[in-house]
């Protein structure tokens, strides 16, 4: 039964219910999103900038398709020692809400709209509407966003999306929706080959999408460049965490931040050194190649959808 309380995070009106696990409580709330908590951790925040941590937090999480994302009280107590992301990061996270939810670029949307929404405040990891506005004018700096001046005030008092705005938030949105690419972000020791062979390969491929690693491409620049580049083809990206490859941890956070689907994924005897990030995760374990590449299928199948190379049921 649905009940109307403030939220645990940030005291906005939300609705609650008794969720579908025994000892766990969830969430919905319209600044922080879908979560999941404790019955029995009634946490308190301690202050403004551990409000912004956990609701910016949750609002990563469910972008990454967990919903409701889980917090424990071990888990709050790590979010919390968090730094906030930097002033760039939080305006290019405010510009992706603005450009879904404020697009027109004709009829100005006014600033106390767009700084008042609760969701570009948790998104943008800010703690009220003072927050937001110094995000917009960052915006307006970059040529992102444009103040149109009120005759009666004499000062911009609303504004719109540039073209160049549109664009950039399209950039940093993409999603790959018409590909067939899978990119497999995965640690390459010679004791992964028959996991790529075997796993990897034919798990993806058994789904209808082509699957991709960048060490079978030849290129000219930096490899940075190629990963992102890359990225942004692919329809969904496998992070294999096996080996503990810090490339394999900012190639799924680069993901995330395109708004690209993350399937982790994870040898079951390296489990117990996954960063606590990604501990929560629903993460595909497997333990030979053949228990992987059912798996990957299936999850795949499941999240995804079947890809457009999917071969035709007998």
């Not at 405010?94 to 700084?115: C, F, G, H």
Request: aromatic share 8%.
């Amino acid at each position: 039964m649905l009940e109307l309380a403030p939220c645990l995070i940030c005291d906005n009106q939300a609705e609650h219910d008794p969720g579908t696990e025994k000892w766990f409580e969830r969430c919905r709330c319209p600044r922080c999103g879908e979560f999941e908590y404790e019955k029995s951790s009634r946490w308190n925040i301690a202050s403004p900038d551990e409000m912004v941590l956990l609701s910016g937090w949750v609002r990563e999480q469910n972008a990454a398709g967990n919903k409701p994302a889980r917090i424990t009280r071990e888990t709050s107590r790590q979010i919390v020692r968090r730094r906030r992301p930097g002033l760039h990061e939080r305006a290019n996270r405010a510009l992706s809400v603005i450009a879904r939810k404020y697009p027109d670029m004709e009829n100005a949307t006014q600033y106390i709209r767009i700084a008042g929404d609760l969701e570009v405040q948790g998104v943008s990891y800010s703690r009220d509407q003072d927050d937001v506005m110094q995000l917009i004018h960052i915006l307006i700096g970059g040529g992102l966003f444009r103040g149109l001046v009120d005759n009666v005030v004499g000062r911009p008092i609303s504004g719109v999306l540039t073209p160049s705005g549109l664009l950039a938030a399209e950039a940093l949105g993409v999603s790959g929706s018409n590909s067939a690419q899978g990119f497999v972000a995965m640690w390459f020791d010679l004791g992964m080959l028959d996991a790529w062979t075997n796993g990897f390969d034919p798990g993806i491929r058994t789904a209808g999408f082509r699957p991709f690693r960048i060490d079978s491409k030849d290129y000219v620049g930096g490899i940075s460049d190629e990963i992102m580049a890359e990225i942004r083809r692919s329809r969904f990206v496998v992070a294999d965490y096996t080996g503990q490859n810090n490339g394999v941890y900012f190639e799924a956070g680069f993901a995330l931040g395109l708004g690209l689907r993350v399937i982790p994924t994870c040898r079951k005897d390296e489990v117990p050194k996954l960063h606590f990030d990604i501990k929560h995760l629903n993460t595909l374990l497997w333990s030979t190649p053949a228990e992987l590449a059912e798996g990957l299928n299936r999850r795949i199948r499941g999240v995804i959808g079947v890809g457009p190379d999917a071969p035709d049921p007998e």
